[in-house]
């Protein structure tokens, strides 16, 4: 039977919640493999009356925690279980008597999963060495399939641009920097707050656009943000805007020269939609260098990388970029070819080539 006459089932529990990646994700996927021919159907749970033929759970620990041992019963039918792991997290040993519960609960998810899939879709090379150490029996079915951008890029004439910009009051000649996603701990926004402090004092003057949203369980870290903002004297620097479409993200995106993502723990990565967001929009991209860097990213070549919470170190990127368009053009352009890594084409075209796999 031909993949088209299939019907993919697209399962991710978090699809109820407000906005987030992995959300975001499973909707454009669905319209990628739709627009690529396939018949897709997306759930938030799983379908017990149809003729199931793939399968496909979106994995997140937080999400399921220890919920995956019933829905054996689901997993043993005939439908073809794929899965694709979104985040994995280590067993470190500092937190070991605090969240041990939490681990084996997501171990035994993991070993669940890893045994009875068929094919398991990685999203960056920390999880593919995850499958590899932790759960070596799986890791022939492994593919690493990066994630793509949850913002697209909109159109808008250079006029409509210095319009915007001078809406914001600020000048054609200033540089702007921004930062899009959800606004919670580990973005290393504080980190940024710092560097644009350090340029302050050396009278290089910048303007951030903070494109996202506050979920209720980060309102304690953005009010610290705030605070610190005003400690640091920096106001003036920052324009704030909460839960903007996908349209005006992208226009505000377009009229600005760098793009900063100073990730604190892992870095940059090829899991993370924020990232791919600056790719999208041509952005020169400043973000840090985790333990595991996808062979993708050329640091200075198509990204630049500092090291995570350092605000010198950050600060110093951003002066290089800020002072050289050559160098943002030259970036602009190698990140160019990048993109298409990370198209929707292209990652339906591989989950397509993926399922293909299993498929008789």
């Not at 699809?15 to 454009?28: A, N, P, S, V, W």
């Not at 399921?64 to 040993?93: A, D, N, Q």
């Not at 919470?309 to 050289?324: D, F, G, H, P, R």
Request: net charge positive; charged share 25%.
């Amino acid at each position: 039977m031909a993949l088209k006459m299939k019907k993919i089932h697209i399962i991710y529990k978090g699809l109820k919640k407000e906005r987030c990646g992995i959300k975001d994700y499973c909707l454009l996927l669905a319209d990628a493999l739709e627009k690529s021919g396939c018949v897709v159907n997306i759930l938030s749970s799983f379908p017990n009356n149809e003729d199931l033929d793939i399968l496909h759970l979106q994995y997140e620990p937080g999400v399921y925690k220890g919920e995956i041992k019933r829905l054996l019963p689901i997993f043993l039918k005939k439908g073809i279980l794929c899965v694709t792991f979104h985040t994995l997290y280590t067993f470190g040993f500092r937190y070991l008597p605090i969240r041990f519960p939490f681990y084996m609960k997501s171990f035994l998810n993991l070993f669940i999963l890893s045994v009875l899939s068929k094919g398991i879709i990685v999203t960056n090379e920390k999880s593919e060495l995850f499958v590899k150490r932790f759960l070596p029996w799986a890791q022939h079915k492994v593919l690493k399939i990066p994630v793509g951008t949850n913002i697209q890029p909109v159109d808008i004439p250079e006029n409509e641009k210095d319009k915007i910009r001078k809406d914001l009051n600020i000048n054609r000649e200033d540089i702007v920097l921004s930062h899009f996603g959800l606004f919670y701990k580990g973005k290393g926004l504080e980190t940024l707050f710092k560097a644009i402090r350090i340029l302050k004092v050396k009278n290089i003057y910048l303007k951030l656009l903070l494109l996202g949203t506050v979920r209720q369980e980060s309102e304690s870290y953005h009010r610290y943000l705030l605070s610190l903002a005003e400690k640091l004297n920096i106001n003036n620097h920052l324009y704030w805007f909460y839960s903007l479409s996908e349209e005006e993200v992208s226009k505000y995106l377009i009229c600005s020269d760098i793009y900063v993502v100073p990730y604190d723990k892992e870095g940059a990565s090829t899991r993370r939609t924020s990232l791919m967001v600056g790719f999208a929009h041509s952005l020169p991209l400043i973000s840090t260098k985790g333990k595991i860097v996808s062979h993708l990213f050329k640091n200075g070549q198509n990204i630049v990388l500092v090291p995570p919470k350092n605000a010198q170190k950050l600060a110093e990127a951003i002066y290089e970029l800020a002072i050289s368009s050559k160098k943002r053009e030259k970036l602009q352009k190698e990140l160019q070819e990048l993109s298409k890594e990370f198209s929707w084409k292209n990652i339906a075209q591989k989950h397509i080539d993926f399922y293909r796999r299993f498929v008789r």
